[in-house]
């Protein structure tokens, strides 16, 4: 999905949403959640799509869509301007302006939810913590024991050999 203006806001984890216009043709379909268009999905709630911060450009990371719905502009509120990675409305609807260069009040849009998925990086990394945590959840566990059976634990001395 091309994010030419907010990849960033994605990148750090401030954006949860995306506004998108709807075209004509594009209508919503349950079992599986989906846009479709002429025939051809579009959108759909679980699949992942690259995170593109320009047309025909490497995808930066990747979102799996969590839900698809249609809203009206006027029930934009302050919580949904802060789910796209925004302060304020207003800063929204500045953005959206920026992008855009017209607002249509009568035309509703879709509202994509997602979650961004893990960089090949940070699974990595989290594989590592869940390694050390492990780790060390079963040193105390022995800890415990040995302390339960009356050893005295002091902390360890690498020069008394």
């Known amino acids: 999905m091309l994010f030419q203006y907010t990849y960033q806001l994605i990148l750090?984890?401030?954006?949860?949403?995306?506004?998108?216009?709807?075209?004509?043709?594009?209508?919503?379909?349950?079992?599986?959640?989906?846009?479709?268009?002429n025939g051809r999905v579009k959108w759909q709630v679980g699949r992942s799509y690259a995170i593109q911060p320009g047309r025909s450009q490497k995808a930066v990371g990747r979102i799996r869509i969590t839900d698809i719905k249609m809203q009206p502009p006027g029930q934009m509120q302050t919580e949904d301007a802060r789910a796209?990675?925004?302060?304020?409305?207003?800063?929204f609807w500045q953005t959206w302006l920026q992008i855009h260069?017209?607002?249509?009040?009568?035309?509703?849009?879709?509202?994509?939810?997602?979650?961004r998925e893990p960089t090949p990086e940070e699974k990595v990394w989290a594989?590592?913590?869940?390694?050390?945590?492990?780790?060390?959840?079963?040193?105390?566990?022995?800890?415990?024991?040995?302390?339960?059976?009356?050893?005295?634990?002091g902390e360890y001395d690498p020069t008394f050999s």
């Open 127 to 153: 594989e590592c913590l869940d390694q050390e945590n492990w780790l060390n959840q079963m040193a105390r566990k022995e800890r415990e024991k040995l302390t339960a059976v009356g050893h005295e634990l």
């Open 84 to 91: 796209e990675g925004f302060p304020s409305l207003d800063d």
């Open 101 to 115: 260069k017209h607002f249509d009040p009568d035309l509703a849009f879709w509202v994509i939810t997602f979650t």
């Open 12 to 37: 750090n984890d401030k954006k949860t949403e995306t506004r998108r216009q709807i075209n004509p043709g594009e209508k919503l379909l349950d079992n599986p959640k989906r846009v479709e268009v």
